[in-house]
């Protein structure tokens, strides 16, 4: 199956966007059919970003990668999907193991964090590992979001090539088996 039909397979259409009504306030932006088609660049865009994003250790991540989306006018169905790599089952290791690789970089010695959603636990233990974190966070994002663009690239190319040559093997097969034709060399 090539790449742009399994994406319409599992994407929801822009329709579905448009007529949400949730998000109708947008009316104008959600009109822009770069956000929604499916061609190597916005495709590759929108994964870059949605893997970007989701290394942004907020809970905002679908909200943002929604306007990165729109600004720079890539696929916004699959940058906001892609974001639910960090979700609430996965966020705890990905988050724990992008602290010990900033850790790491800095030349600091990790520590051993027991997350708790208390005033005190962001006042002593998150303040001790906001730096590690935010550098470890903005080195994968940076990572994952050129790798993920360039898997896109690489993976869009090849279905083109090996699409064209079906095309050239169906056509040479057709000129070689026609009678009376010959096939030009």
Excluded at 157 to 169: F, P, Q, T, Y
Aim: charged share 15%.
């Amino acid at each position: 199956m090539a790449l742009r039909q399994f994406f319409r397979r599992v994407l929801p259409g822009h329709q579905h966007f448009r007529n949400h009504e949730k998000l109708r306030f947008l009316g104008p932006i959600l009109n822009d059919p770069d956000i929604f088609h499916l061609t190597r660049r916005s495709v590759a865009g929108g994964v870059a970003t949605g893997l970007s994003v989701a290394w942004i250790p907020l809970p905002i991540h679908m909200f943002i990668a929604a306007l990165v989306a729109i600004r720079l006018r890539v696929n916004l169905p699959l940058a906001v999907i892609l974001v639910w790599i960090t979700n609430p089952v996965t966020f705890a290791p990905l988050f724990y193991g992008a602290y010990r690789l900033g850790a790491w970089l800095l030349g600091r010695p990790t520590q051993d964090v027991h997350f708790e959603l208390t005033f005190e636990w962001l006042q002593t233990t998150f303040m001790s590992i906001w730096g590690p974190l935010l550098l470890g966070c903005l080195v994968i994002a940076a990572f994952s979001a050129v790798i993920g663009y360039w898997t896109v690239q690489w993976a869009w190319r090849i279905a083109v090539v090996r699409k064209l040559n079906g095309r050239r093997s169906a056509r040479n097969g057709r000129a070689g088996t026609s009678p009376g034709l010959e096939r030009p060399d």
